[in-house]
């Protein structure tokens, strides 16, 4: 039976579906909390979640063509995403944290940008940058966001009790969004065939129903509470 007999029409459909619902209903109350002046961080961060589930997922299902790297890339950003949505989900008071990352994020590429710097770059831009590094650390203050480094796919997995799939899966993802030894020295067939490639777009179809299941029963939690 071929891939495409299996995960697709109706069940791409009923997948796509339920995931843009999700993303609607979070987005709606997301809204209305803003509008309030509320502050729910883990709301905001699963609704993030969601809608950047929803671009991978487009990807995964419009690139089934495309070379296997893309739909590898897709596959493993999946699993984070799955990953991160079960920390959260299993522990409300990370949202917030994971919202933290943003800013520190920030801070590193602009570091990173200030450290890249040139004979020919303006002392206007450094200065922007620089300003732009202490109007984030100010704001994190201002919010009482505690500086926090990402979390580490390793550190997540063992967080949510999925080492096992971690160890199985993860690793694969890795030789497929390297230049690993595996693709610079193979042949494009025996890395890039049928079989390989069917079994990342299926992970990246398990997953992304795992994270419509995680954040539906969270909100559902939340509802009865």
Known sequence: MKFENKVSGKF??????SLRKLISTLNEKASALVQKETHDYTLFALRALASYTGT??????SHEDFPIEYNAISARNLFESYLL????????SKGKEFLSQKA???????????????ETTSKASIKAIRDRIHYIKELMKENDFTPSKHWTVSYLAQQTNNKVEYEAFFKLYSKYIHPSSWIVNSINNEYDNPVFKDIFISQGYIFT?????????YQDQQTIA
Do not use: C, M
């Not at 991978?56 to 299902?61: G, Q």
């Not at 590193?108 to 040139?118: D, M, P, Q, V, Y």
């Open 12 to 17: 791409t459909d009923d997948v796509n579906e």
């Open 56 to 61: 991978l997922f487009e990807r995964l299902i």
């Open 85 to 92: 949505v079960a920390y959260i989900t299993g522990t409300p």
């Open 104 to 118: 520190f994020d920030e801070i590193e590429i602009n570091e990173g940008f200030l450290a890249l710097k040139i």
């Open 209 to 217: 129903n795992r994270i419509i299941q995680l954040i539906s029963k």
